[in-house]
């Protein structure tokens, strides 16, 4: 499948970059959203925008979600003209949301029982990996459906790893997420314990990105803290949704543990800023 038709649900902080990736690259893309007025920039680019979940399946070949969470894909699937209401089959449906195991395998199965295939297959990297098309993606499903749809994978990341059955894409892209969280809790707790010493927080970051601690999210997450700036990238809300699918699937362990709850008490207070934004829980 070259350049299948694709049909697009979630046009959110990921998916509007994604989607914009796949035009610049000839792909057709249709594209659906809960609010219809983030589409608005598409449409006036001339993009279709379909009416419903069920209406995108029936006219294209692959659809793709990138939506919030368990819930969302359920109500994607499952809601009044939602995936499951069109009868069409021999589609892919890939979905890339950071969601659970569970709800890939149950709605993996549910695809077959139509005559359509599901493959999960969440994202490391954020916003600006979502942009410049250089996102990982760690992929669960048949292995011929991850073939033919290799084509978009690749213009929307550096790399696609096909790494087993239905839900194991979700399972490493939660494993990662958990170390996610140990380097935001630990980068805030480094700045906070240095500045408490009278060092400059930016002496900090110069000497960490410089060392072998050095990498794109200190990078990032470094300038955020230096320039006092929390809009979310990566929503601390997201994270401590992801730790907690986490947890269901049996992380537990002595630094998860702790980082699951400084998280989860975050959330309240902070779930609409930037996952970096816990450092205002340490001061
Ligand atoms: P976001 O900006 O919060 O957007 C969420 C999207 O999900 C919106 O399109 C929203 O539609 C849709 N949605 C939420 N609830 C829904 C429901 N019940 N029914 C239908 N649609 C629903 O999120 P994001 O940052 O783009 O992240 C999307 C996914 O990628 C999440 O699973 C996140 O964990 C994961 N992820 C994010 C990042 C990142 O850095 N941001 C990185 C890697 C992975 P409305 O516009 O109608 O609300």
């Keep these: 499948m070259k350049h299948p038709k694709i049909g697009w649900i979630g046009l959110g902080k990921m998916g509007i970059p994604m989607v914009q990736n796949l035009i610049n690259a000839t792909f057709p893309v249709i594209v659906y959203n809960r609010n219809k007025a983030k589409a608005a920039a598409f449409l006036a680019e001339g993009v279709e925008m379909a009416e419903s979940p069920a209406t995108l399946l029936d006219t294209t070949d692959v659809v793709i979600l990138m939506i919030a969470d368990d819930q969302a894909v359920k109500d994607v699937f499952n809601g009044e003209a939602g995936l499951f209401s069109s009868s069409a089959s021999g589609k892919i449906i ?75 894409g979700n399972s490493a892209k939660l494993a990662i997420n958990t170390l996610l969280g140990f380097h935001a809790q630990g980068l805030a707790e480094a700045v906070v314990f240095a500045q408490n010493q009278g060092v400059k927080t930016n002496d900090l970051m110069e000497l960490i990105n410089n060392s072998a601690l050095g990498n794109v999210f200190m990078k990032i997450k470094g300038e955020a803290i230096l320039n006092d700036q929390y ?24 630094l998860a543990d702790t980082l699951f709850n400084s998280f989860q008490q975050a959330e309240t207070d902070l779930g609409e800023e930037d996952i970096i934004a816990i450092i205002k829980k340490v001061k």
């Design 94 to 168: 890939i979905n890339m949301s950071t969601v659970s195991p569970a709800i890939s395998k149950e709605m993996a199965a549910l695809c077959v029982q139509k005559g359509n295939q599901y493959i999960d297959a969440p994202v490391s990297g954020s916003v600006k990996q979502a942009t410049d098309g250089s996102l990982v993606i760690m992929a669960g499903g048949a292995q011929t459906a991850f073939e033919s749809v290799k084509p978009i994978f690749d213009t929307l990341g550096k790399l696609a790893l096909h790494i087993g059955e239905n839900g194991i």
């Design 231 to 254: 809009q979310a990238a990566f929503a601390l809300k997201h994270i401590a949704k992801d730790l907690r699918l986490a947890k269901a699937e049996g992380l537990n362990s002595p």
